[in-house]
C-alpha cells in the first residue's frame, strides 16, 4: 500500500467473524443482487478508509481507493521491470530544458471528470480536463488550511509555490488566483513546471497518489465532505458504501467513452489493445481478522487475499510453495519482495526516548531479528538501513546496534537506567507503544513479542490499541511516543525511505519520528539535487550510517509479500506501486 504510505499490513476490522458467516449464511452483502453480479464483481477486501481526497492519501488503504477513481499525468507501467513511468493524463512524457529546470507537458484532449451534481454550468455533466486542473490541483496541496501531509513532494521544488503556501496561512480565504510563477498554464491542454533547481525525482512524484488531479468544482461544492465525495477522472467512480463496512465501484461510463481501447503491455512485452478497464465492478469489504478473510476466500467470496501468519502453516508448504490440495482448487500464489521497510520508531520530540541516544541504541540492540523472523513465516529479511535491497543505494555495512543482549544492557546502563530501573526512583523504566490494529491478532502478537525482547533488559514496553484513523491522528499531532508500522514506497528511489528523516518533514509530514540532525539533512540535499550515479549512492549510504548510529527507528526488517487469487483473476501482477492497477485485471468466466 502501495504508495509512500504507512501501513501495519492494515485489513482493520469492523464486523470480524460474524461479518463472514452472515455472508457464508447468504446474509448481509450475500444478496440475490450481489449473486447475479457476481461473474463481473472483483471482491477484495480493505481497512478502513479515512477517505478518497488526495491530499490525505497517506495510507494504504486510502490511496488505493482514491487510485480507483482519480489518475495523475503520469502512472507506473504496469508490466515492466525495473519500474518506469509511462504518460496517463499527459499525452507523453514530459520536456525537459537543458538546465533541467523546466518540465513541459501536453494533455490529452478529450478527458472528461465523471459526472457529478458538482458540474452545475454542465448539469452535472463532467466537463473536459484542462491544464489549470493541474496548477489547481498542485496549488491544493500547498495550501496550508488542507492540511495535506504531502507538501514534502514539491516544498523548495516549484518557483513561487513556498510563497503561495505562505500566503494561505491568513485567516482570509486561500486565494487560488495567487501568482505561481512555476505553474504556467500555456494553454488549455500544455502545462509548464519551473523549478527552483533540478528535481531529477519530479517524473517519479507526478505518478504519486498526491498528485491526483481534483476539480476545483467538486472540493467547492462538497466542502468539508468532499473526502466522501470523489470525482475525478480515473478508470471507476464510487457507486455505494457503508463507512467502515463496504465501498462498491463501478466502471465510469466516462472514461470509457474517452478510451474505448487502450494499449495494454501483455507479460511477454506485446502490446494488446483491450477495452479497459476490464472489470466493470468492484466490492471491497472491510475485514481486518485474517482469519475471517480466509474463510471468506476459501467460500469463494474474496478474489485475492494477503497469507497471514496465522494462516501460514494451512496454505504453506515446507518450501514456500502452496500446499497441494491448494493448488488443486486452482488457487494461485504471488510472492515477491516488498519495497517497504517496516520499523518501530522513536518519538524524537519525546523527552524520554527522544533526548537518550544511548537508551534508543539499548533498545534497537535488543531486538532479536532470529527471533522475530521466525514469528514472520520467513517472511521478511533483516535490514541494513531503512532503503530495501534492489534499491541503488541501498547499504551494505552491517548495523551497528545488532541483537546483542549483553551490549543492549551496558548500553541501558550508560543511558542511566541500570537494569531498566531509573535510580531516581527505583521504577522500571516504562514506554508506551502504539499499535494501528486494534482488532488484528497478529499485529497485537508481534507488539507483546517485542515487548518481550525489551522485557530481557529490563525494560516495560505497554502495546496501545488503537483503530487506523485515531493512530494517524496520535501521529500526525506527535502523541505516540513509540509506534509500529510499514513504509511503502511511493517510488523506487532511495531518496524516498530517506526524506522519511529530513527536518523539514516532519510530523504532519512524513518524518513521523521528527528526527533532526544537520549532518544528516546536509546529506539528503545533496541526494536531491544529484541524478543516479555513484556518488549519490555513496551519499545515500553515509546518510544511512548517521541514521543507524542515532537509532530513531528499530529497523524490524524488509517484508516479502505473499498472497493468493482465485483462477478467475487473470492479468494480475504484483506491483509495489498498485494504486489505480486493477483497471488492467480481467475476470475469467467460471466453468457452469
Not at 380 to 397: D, F, I, L, M, S
Amino acid at each position: 500500500m502501495n504508495p509512500g504510505w504507512l501501513t501495519t499490513s492494515p485489513r482493520t476490522a469492523c464486523a470480524g467473524i460474524l461479518f463472514a458467516l452472515l455472508l457464508l449464511a447468504g446474509g448481509g452483502c450475500g444478496s440475490a443482487h450481489e449473486a447475479e453480479q457476481a461473474a463481473d464483481t472483483l471482491h477484495l477486501t480493505t481497512m478502513r478508509i479515512r477517505g478518497f481526497d488526495p491530499a490525505h492519501t497517506v495510507d494504504e488503504a486510502s490511496v488505493r481507493a482514491a487510485g480507483l477513481v482519480y489518475e495523475g499525468l503520469l502512472q507506473y507501467s504496469y508490466w515492466t521491470r525495473p519500474y518506469r513511468v509511462e504518460p496517463l493524463l499527459a499525452a507523453a512524457m514530459p520536456e525537459l530544458s537543458a538546465d533541467g529546470k523546466t518540465w513541459r507537458f501536453l494533455l490529452r484532449s478529450g478527458i472528461h471528470f465523471a459526472d457529478d451534481p458538482c458540474f452545475v454550468a454542465n448539469g452535472g455533466k463532467g466537463r473536459e480536463l484542462v491544464a489549470a486542473d493541474v496548477a489547481y490541483s498542485i496549488r491544493r496541496i500547498a495550501d496550508t488550511k488542507v492540511g495535506s501531509s504531502g507538501y514534502w513532494i514539491y516544498r523548495g521544488k516549484i518557483v513561487g509555490l513556498d510563497e503561495f503556501r505562505a500566503a494561505s496561512q491568513s485567516e482570509e480565504p486561500t486565494d487560488y488566483e495567487y501568482p505561481v510563477a512555476g505553474l504556467e498554464v500555456v494553454g488549455p491542454h500544455e502545462l509548464a513546471i519551473h523549478l527552483n533547481e533540478p528535481y531529477p525525482q519530479l517524473p517519479w512524484v507526478l505518478a504519486m497518489p498526491y498528485a491526483f488531479i481534483v476539480p476545483r468544482e467538486a472540493v467547492e461544492y462538497y466542502g468539508t465532505d468532499f473526502v466522501n465525495h470523489p470525482v475525478g477522472t480515473g478508470p471507476y467512480v464510487l457507486a455505494a458504501y457503508r463507512q467502515n463496512y463496504r465501498y462498491e465501484y463501478r466502471a465510469n461510463p466516462k472514461w470509457a467513452e474517452t478510451r474505448r481501447v487502450d494499449e495494454m503491455p501483455a507479460p511477454d512485452g506485446a502490446a494488446t489493445g483491450v477495452a479497459l478497464p476490464q472489470i466493470p465492478r468492484i466490492v471491497c469489504s472491510v475485514v481486518g481478522d485474517p482469519a475471517t478473510a480466509w474463510l471468506m476466500f476459501m467460500a469463494g467470496q474474496l478474489d485475492l487475499t494477503e497469507i497471514s501468519r496465522d494462516q501460514w502453516d494451512s496454505i504453506m508448504a515446507p518450501d514456500q510453495t502452496l500446499r497441494p490440495e491448494l493448488v488443486a482448487k486452482g488457487i494461485e500464489l504471488s510472492k515477491a519482495p516488498q519495497m517497504a521497510v517496516s520499523y518501530t520508531s522513536f518519538n524524537m520530540d519525546d523527552p524520554v526516548v527522544g533526548n537518550n541516544k544511548l537508551l534508543r541504541q539499548a533498545l534497537t540492540g535488543a531486538f532479536d531479528f532470529d527471533a522475530w523472523q521466525t514469528f514472520q513465516n520467513g517472511r521478511v529479511e533483516k535490514a541494513n538501513g531503512p532503503v530495501p535491497p534492489g534499491v541503488a543505494g541501498h547499504a551494505t555495512n552491517p548495523p551497528p546496534y545488532s541483537f546483542d543482549l549483553a551490549r543492549a544492557r551496558e548500553l541501558l546502563a550508560a543511558a542511566g537506567y541500570p537494569g531498566g530501573k531509573d535510580p531516581a526512583t527505583g521504577r522500571r523504566l516504562k514506554l508506551t507503544l502504539e499499535i494501528g490494529q486494534a482488532d488484528n491478532p497478529e499485529a497485537r502478537q508481534a507488539a507483546e513479542l517485542l515487548a518481550s525482547f525489551m522485557e530481557k533488559i529490563g525494560v516495560v514496553v505497554e502495546p496501545s490499541y488503537n483503530n487506523w484513523p485515531a493512530f494517524l491522528k496520535k501521529l500526525e499531532r506527535r502523541e505516540a511516543q513509540m509506534f509500529s508500522v510499514s513504509w511503502l514506497a511511493d517510488y523506487p528511489d532511495a531518496q524516498n525511505f530517506l526524506q522519511l528523516f529530513a527536518s523539514e518533514n516532519s510530523s504532519p509530514g512524513p518524518n513521523r519520528a521528527n528526527y533532526h540532525n544537520p549532518e544528516f539533512d546536509r546529506l539528503y540535499r545533496i541526494i536531491l539535487a544529484l541524478p543516479p550515479s555513484p556518488e549519490r549512492d555513496d551519499a545515500c549510504r553515509a546518510a544511512q550510517t548517521i541514521l543507524m548510529e542515532d537509532c530513531p527507528w528499530i529497523i524490524t526488517g524488509h517484508a516479502r509479500a505473499f498472497n493468493v487469487r482465485q483462477a478467475r483473476l487473470q492479468d494480475y501482477q504484483r506491483h509495489d506501486f498498485s494504486w489505480g492497477k486493477e483497471k488492467y485485471w480481467r475476470l475469467a468466466p467460471t466453468a457452469p
